[in-house]
């Protein structure tokens, strides 16, 4: 009796938590932690907004189904920053410019920064809730790529009037001059300028080219601007370049890449001008030697250079990049005049000491000799460096540098499928992950873009796996060719819960673009 008596009152005293189950008795909560009764929605506000931050919008709007509180969550302006409405982009998609109006008002108010738009919803009224409504927006993309037509803006008044960054996605046959003339009047602030043209979307076929947008105009409402855009647009040439030299003093970074009517005869105006310009970008156009060598490089601020996919001579390139005063950033990939005699007089004459980037993609007239002499002398400052689509960097070369790029964050080796039958020999993956993991410890991304016919590994491979994983903890992504060996890498990465750091060669590529000064005004789309 007496030991009835006190298990009873034992059980009197157990946490209330524990009366919830069905013929308990005192020790049942060793089976049943209370840890069972906690759910998300015991969380507090705070954290639940946080959680919330990191998903898209199309899942913000779908959880905001589920209960009162956590719509309460969905609906904070907070997480309603930076919308797009492009639905192609993976955006929202907006029915009706009601519809938008609402959201304007009750949803993104003085919260929204960032916005992207479609052609549909670019109209006068949408236009006026913004400027009305959203006094933080900064940054503001006016996708026009697929219309057949504008809107009518002769009732517009009003635009947003503190915006720093804008985008232009132009289309082949609209001519944006009645929208343009409504809102110079408003973008003097511009720092940031991207007009985006169709050079994805081109058509091997020769058509007519359209001057949809006037340059000429643009520049004298944009005295501020310090970043110029001028992507893939096929009517831009020098003339272009040098309108915005005219007006703008302030310019760090001039990019024209994809602008194949691009010839250089404005560089020596642009220079002589524009005394702050340490970024130019001229990826993929038609620059003509003289008109390079011209430009007095000499006297210039430039310090980030793209000359990738050019026809440059030898003697220019040596001529360029000899009188740079401090080089810090170099895209020179698939250029053939890239060789020896090029790094030879580069390391003899020019200045690499400031030098942390450099891209070499696909220049295959360099020798093994050639590229570990100046790799090991100039390697110890680089902080992003390309060497793929190059036959002779194999991974003796690579292991036998590597001592010399202590700094590495950046990498990017190896040869394609279509380039594989030019490699002599095998890739011994395993030696060379295991040389990455010694002395690349700063490594931040990485792409080994051998086939995997051309990669040669052991059973015991997971041994370098495991040594790479380990001691490069700063690795965001590691690129390798679909095969058997990306996915025993994957399955690695995968087990030690860092899913996102393995990538596929189809559908990821490593850049040195993130060392450049202007990198994220540079992003757009």
């Known amino acids: 009796m007496e030991l009835t008596t006190r298990r009873k009152s034992m059980w009197d005293t157990l946490p209330?938590?524990?009366?919830?189950?069905?013929?308990?008795?005192?020790?049942?909560?060793?089976?049943?932690?209370?840890?069972?009764?906690?759910?998300?929605?015991?969380?507090?506000?705070?954290?639940?907004?946080?959680?919330?931050?990191?998903?898209?919008?199309?899942?913000?709007?779908n959880n905001a189904r589920v209960c009162k509180k956590w719509r309460t969550i969905a609906y904070n302006t907070n997480l309603w920053s930076a919308v797009s409405l492009r639905p192609e982009c993976h955006g929202l998609c907006v029915n009706s410019i009601e519809a938008l109006l609402y959201l304007i008002s009750a949803r993104f108010g003085a919260s929204l920064r960032y916005l992207e738009m479609p052609m549909d919803v670019i109209t006068h009224p949408v236009l006026h809730e913004l400027a009305a409504k959203c006094p933080n927006l900064t940054a503001l993309l006016l996708d026009f790529s697929s219309a057949m037509q504008l809107h009518d803006f002769n009732d517009m008044q009003a635009f947003p009037t503190?915006?720093?960054?804008?985008?232009?996605?132009?289309s082949e046959v609209i001519f944006m001059e009645g929208f343009m003339r409504k809102i110079y009047n408003f973008i003097n602030g511009l720092e940031v300028l991207h007009l985006v043209g169709t050079y994805e979307k081109a058509d091997e076929e020769e058509e007519e080219i359209y001057e949809v947008i006037n340059i000429h105009k643009l520049k004298s409402s944009t005295p501020n601007l310090k970043v110029v855009n001028l992507y893939g647009i096929n009517f831009v040439?020098?003339?272009?370049?040098?309108?915005?030299?005219?007006?703008?003093?302030?310019?760090?970074?001039?990019?024209?890449?994809?602008?194949?009517k691009v010839n250089g005869s404005a560089l020596k105006i642009l220079l002589s001008r524009c005394k702050k310009l340490k970024c130019l970008l001229m990826q993929q156009c038609s620059l003509q030697n003289d008109q390079v060598m011209a430009a007095e490089w000499e006297k210039s601020s430039v310090q980030e250079l793209d000359v990738s996919a050019t026809d440059l001579s030898t003697d220019c390139l040596i001529d360029i990049?000899?009188?740079?005063?401090?080089?810090?950033?170099?895209?020179?990939?698939?250029?053939?005049?890239?060789?020896?005699?090029?790094?030879?007089?580069?390391?003899?004459?020019?200045?690499?000491?400031s030098l942390i980037a450099l891209d070499l993609d696909l220049c295959d007239?360099?020798?093994?000799?050639?590229?570990?002499?100046?790799?090991?002398?100039?390697?110890?400052?680089?902080?992003?460096?390309?060497?793929?689509?190059?036959?002779?960097?194999t991974d003796s070369l690579c292991s036998n540098v590597m001592p010399?790029?202590?700094?590495?964050?950046?990498?990017?080796?190896?040869?394609?499928?279509?380039?594989?039958?030019?490699?002599?020999?095998?890739?011994?993956v395993d030696g060379l992950l295991d040389n990455i993991a010694t002395y690349g410890m700063n490594m931040e991304r990485l792409e080994i873009s051998w086939d995997p016919e051309s990669l040669r590994f052991s059973d015991k491979s997971q041994k370098a796996i495991d040594t790479m994983r380990v001691k490069?903890?700063?690795?965001?992504?590691?690129?390798?060719?679909?095969?058997?060996?990306?996915e025993i890498v994957k399955a690695n990465f995968e087990r030690a819960d860092r899913t996102t750091v393995v990538r596929t060669s189809t559908n990821c590529c490593v850049s040195i673009a993130y060392l450049l000064t202007?990198?994220?005004d540079l992003i757009f789309n």
């Open 162 to 170: 503190k915006l720093r960054t804008m985008c232009i996605c132009l």
């Open 472 to 486: 490069c903890l700063r690795l965001k992504c590691l690129v390798l060719a679909d095969g058997k060996y990306y």
């Open 16 to 61: 209330v938590d524990l009366h919830c189950f069905t013929n308990a008795r005192p020790d049942d909560h060793i089976c049943h932690p209370r840890r069972s009764r906690t759910t998300i929605d015991k969380l507090p506000d705070k954290v639940l907004l946080r959680i919330f931050s990191y998903l898209s919008h199309r899942e913000i709007i």
């Open 518 to 520: 202007h990198y994220k």
């Open 237 to 260: 040439d020098d003339s272009h370049i040098e309108a915005f030299s005219s007006n703008c003093i302030q310019l760090e970074c001039m990019a024209v890449n994809f602008c194949s």
């Open 365 to 393: 007239n360099l020798t093994e000799e050639g590229l570990y002499k100046f790799l090991a002398r100039y390697g110890q400052n680089l902080r992003g460096l390309v060497l793929s689509g190059i036959p002779q960097c």
């Open 404 to 428: 010399a790029l202590k700094n590495i964050r950046i990498l990017r080796m190896g040869l394609t499928e279509n380039l594989s039958y030019r490699l002599m020999g095998k890739i011994h």
């Open 321 to 353: 990049l000899t009188r740079i005063p401090a080089i810090r950033w170099l895209s020179a990939g698939q250029i053939d005049g890239i060789n020896d005699t090029v790094l030879k007089a580069w390391t003899e004459r020019g200045n690499l000491k």
